[in-house]
Every structure is written in C-alpha cells, then in structure tokens.
C-alpha cells in the first residue's frame, strides 16, 4: 500500500490549496481520509469520503470550507481547502484502513501566515 501527498504549501490567510492523494497497492474503492497535525497538537480528522464519493464528512473547524472529492479512475483522493486560516497549518496526512490496518502517506505541509 502506497499512499503519496502533494499539493501543500504556503498561503495567505484567505487563500486556497487543493491537496491530492495518489494511492496504488489496494482496490481503491476504500472509504478514504484526510487527517492534520499541527506541531505540538495531536492527529485530527479533517474529512472522510465513501468507496464511490456519495457519503463525506468533515471535522468541525473545516466545515463549510473544505470539499474532499475522489476520482477512482486515477486512484486519487482531493482535498479543496478555501479560506485558509493560520490554524489550518499543519501536515496534512491521506489515510487507509484495510482489515484494521491503518496506511499513512508521509504528508504534506501547509502553512498559512500572512
């Protein structure tokens, strides 16, 4: 299993960045996530996504600002990021859990400050 992020970066406060997750090693059709950590903080879920993209689910500090979006025809999970706040610094880690077994990629880091 191979989970692999890109897409971060820095941005001022307000602004966007879209965040992919290429996986390869399973059948796709997973239910997928997107977890944070932010230096000093613990893991936090920041949005869940079904096996064909009709069910999604967000952590309470991103809803109404980021949409987690999948294409299984290129193996690839998204996460739209709008209105970047300072809090949302962090690295940005894509998950699978297969039989019980959680995968991580190595992340991304976004780091929002003006």
């Known amino acids: 299993v191979q989970l692999v992020e890109s897409g971060g970066g820095s941005v001022q406060p307000g602004g966007s960045l879209r965040l992919s997750c290429v996986a390869s090693?399973?059948?796709?059709?997973?239910?997928m996530r997107w977890y944070r950590q932010a230096p000093g903080k613990a893991r936090e879920l920041v949005a869940v996504?079904?096996?064909?993209?009709?069910?999604?689910d967000y952590g309470d500090s991103v809803k109404g600002r980021f949409t987690i979006s999948r294409d299984n025809s290129q193996n690839t999970v998204y996460l739209q990021m709008n209105d970047l706040k300072p809090d949302d610094t962090a690295v940005y880690y894509c998950?699978?859990?297969?039989?019980?077994?959680?995968?991580w990629g190595l992340g991304t880091q976004v780091f929002v400050s003006s």
């Open positions: 996504i079904g096996r064909f993209g009709a069910g999604t």
């Open positions: 090693g399973f059948t796709f059709t997973s239910t």
């Open positions: 998950n699978v859990n297969l039989g019980d077994v959680d995968y």
